[in-house]
């Protein structure tokens, strides 16, 4: 094929499978489907010959051998207990103050994000556990609800993150530095959202009541010190074992993974709580997360060679560099339509079809990757709180009592998309705040 007809192919392919997920089809078969239909009108049959070699090469890629690793060490300590200890001490730490359980809830979901990077594990763990503490004590379902399904989601951002190591591994960028370049707008991110809740129990105090003084009281008098310590130490040791060898360049991603699986399970037999059924649990679950991550891999992995076979990310980059398009423009074009995207298809479908086809524009653009990495991340973030279909606040709902409906879920996820589009808007007029810290690191 030649001539127009030969460029407008790959973008008919995209709009086929966009369509496609809209309507409802499975992910991984709508990919690799469309796109072995559109490799054979393009390649013909020899286009048999290159796709098993592509998806060879996906599968034996080392780095992606981080995925079940993580996923296998988050959900190994959600079934330690380690989430209910950490909620618990923190709720009484700052349960005085208003708005006290608010701000140990996005504590706690900024250190379980640091040590599972797992959305779902986080936002039901938190759901169950602190959800009807909140309400119970007269919190507003707004207020609880946005809390929660916001705070859950850091897993997003904050390393070690699936999605950092997927973006990591198909914009080519080093996942050490993905990791490294997210840490401060993580904080970042956090810090407003603990701002948020001081500043709305002081303008709104009977949004947040105190925790009463009796169970103030009643913490005090079983070792607290010691209750806190432990609550503490043990997030905070694989923390520092699995980003601090990253960090430390003890250890690749990948292998700081394995620490992290390891570590896991180590302190959930400290715990006593480590089984033969909970390791059947935890290996089954891990199994069922890898597989669904691994056959969307495969499905993108077949998209990938059509549309690149059929230049279709020339075709793109020519038309943007013949637009005389400013990079700051067609950024700003990428990030809004990610974030549109985000209310209708899961983070992982953006990651596998949408980032392959703008990347190379980046690159001839002259944009950092490793930057783009990172806002892409902080966007996708927002595809699991953006209704309707946030799944963030699927999982809430799931576990959510009868009195908590789908409008106060919507209401009060709001104010923390507005912050979180504000964050990113920061770190777009401050790249600084990605590139700084692994170039200090790596003592460029």
Known sequence: MEGIMAEMLPFIMFAAIFLLLMLGYPVALTLGG?????????????????LPLRIWGTMTNYVLLAVPLFIF??????KSGIAEKLLETMGMLFGRFRGGLGISVIVVGALLAASTGIVGATVVTMGLMS???????????????GTIAASGTLGQII????VLVLLGSILNVSVGDMFIGAMVPGLLLVVCYLLFIVMLGIFRPGLMPPVSDDEIRDFKGTSPVKTVIQAFFIPFALVLAVLGSIFAGIASPTEAAAIGAFGALLLTLFQRKLSLDVLRSVMRETTWLTSMVFIILV??????????????????TEMILQANLDPGYFLAIVMVGVFIAGFFI????????????VAPVFTALGIDLLWIGVLLAMNLQASFLTPPFGFSLFYLKGVAPKEVTTGHLYRGIIPFIVIQLVVLAFIILYPELVTWLPE???GR
């Open 73 to 78: 060490m988050g959900v190994m300590l959600e």
């Open 131 to 145: 959800l009807p503490a909140m309400l119970k004590r007269g919190y507003s379902p707004e207020v609880a609800t």
């Open 299 to 316: 499905g993108a992995s077949a998209f990938s060679l059509v549309f690149r076979g059929m230049h279709g990310d020339r075709y793109l």
């Open 440 to 442: 200090a690191l790596s």
């Open 34 to 50: 469309v796109s072995v239909l559109f490799g054979l009108v393009a390649f013909g049959t020899d286009f048999f010959s290159l």
């Open 159 to 162: 390393p070690p993150s699936i």
């Open 346 to 357: 899961d983070f992982i479908e953006i990651i596998f079809i949408v980032v392959p086809v």
